[in-house]
Nanobody, 124 residues
Framework: QVQLVESGGGLVQAGGSLRLSCAAS????????MGWFRQAPGKEREFVAA????????YYADSPKGRFTISRDNVKNTVFLQMSSLKPEDTAVYYC?????????????????WGQGTQVTVSS
C-alpha cells in the first residue's frame, strides 16, 4: 500500500515563490523515480519535473526550467518542488507521482502512484 500526500499550495502574486511537498508512505522501497505534474482547467496533464530516487538525477520541462527545483529526502520519503518567479500560467493543480521503473519519466501514464493534488494559483 502506497499513499502520496501533497501540501504547500496556495495563492501568490506573480513573481512570488511556493514550496510544495509530497510525503510518501507505505511500501516505497520499489520507487525508482518521483515527479510533479500539473493540470489547469480544460488542459491536459503536463509534466513539470522528476527526480530519480537513488541517484537524484533531475529532469525539467522547458517552461519551469530555471525557475523550479525538484529535490528529495530519501530518509523521509518526501519530494519537494521549490517554485520561484511564478507566473499566472503556472496556475494549476499540482500532483506528485511515483513510479517503479526508471524509464519514461515525463509520461504521466507510466507512473504507478498519485497524490490527490494541491492547488497553486498565481495572480497577475
Amino acid at each position: 500500500q502506497v499513499q502520496l500526500v501533497e501540501s504547500g499550495g496556495g495563492l501568490v502574486q506573480a513573481g512570488g515563490s511556493l514550496r510544495l511537498s509530497c510525503a510518501a508512505s507505505g511500501r516505497t522501497n520499489s520507487f525508482a523515480a518521483m515527479g510533479w505534474f500539473r493540470q489547469a482547467p480544460g488542459k491536459e496533464r503536463e509534466f513539470v519535473a522528476a527526480i530519480t530516487w537513488s541517484g537524484g538525477v533531475t529532469y525539467y520541462a522547458d517552461s519551469p526550467k530555471g525557475r523550479f527545483t525538484i529535490s528529495r529526502d530519501n530518509v523521509k520519503n518526501t519530494v519537494f518542488l521549490q517554485m520561484s518567479s511564478l507566473k499566472p500560467e503556472d496556475t494549476a493543480v499540482y500532483y506528485c507521482a511515483a513510479k517503479n521503473d526508471g524509464d519514461f519519466l515525463t509520461y504521466y501514464r507510466r507512473y504507478d502512484y498519485w497524490g490527490q493534488g494541491t492547488q497553486v494559483t498565481v495572480s497577475s
